[in-house]
C-alpha cells in the first residue's frame, strides 16, 4: 500500500499562528490530486490546502482549531 501524506509547507506568513479550520473531504473520501482537503487560517488570511496525489483520504491527522506547524502532517492518502 503506498501512502503520501499532506505536509504543512511554510506559507510565509511569519510569526501568524496557522490554525486547522475546517475539513472540505470526509475520511474515506476519493480525492483527486488538487482537491480542496484542509482550509487553514493565518490572521485573516485563509489558504485552501489540496491534495498531493489522487486516492482515498485514509487518515485526517489535525483537528479544527489546532495550532498547526511547518512540517506536521496534516492527512494521509492511500493510492492504491
Known amino acids: ?3 503520501i501524506s499532506l505536509i504543512l509547507a511554510d506559507l510565509d506568513l511569519g510569526d501568524v499562528p496557522v490554525l486547522a479550520c475546517s475539513w472540505l473531504a470526509e475520511k474515506g473520501a476519493r480525492v483527486v490530486q488538487g482537491d480542496r482537503l484542509l ?3 493565518a490572521g485573516e488570511i485563509c489558504v485552501d490546502l489540496e491534495a498531493p496525489a489522487t486516492g482515498r483520504l485514509v487518515q485526517r491527522c489535525v483537528g479544527p482549531e489546532e495550532r498547526l506547524t511547518i512540517g ?3 492527512a494521509v492518502i492511500s493510492t492504491t
Do not use: Y
Open 1 to 3: 500500500m503506498s501512502q
Open 39 to 41: 482550509e487553514v487560517v
Open 72 to 74: 506536521q502532517v496534516l
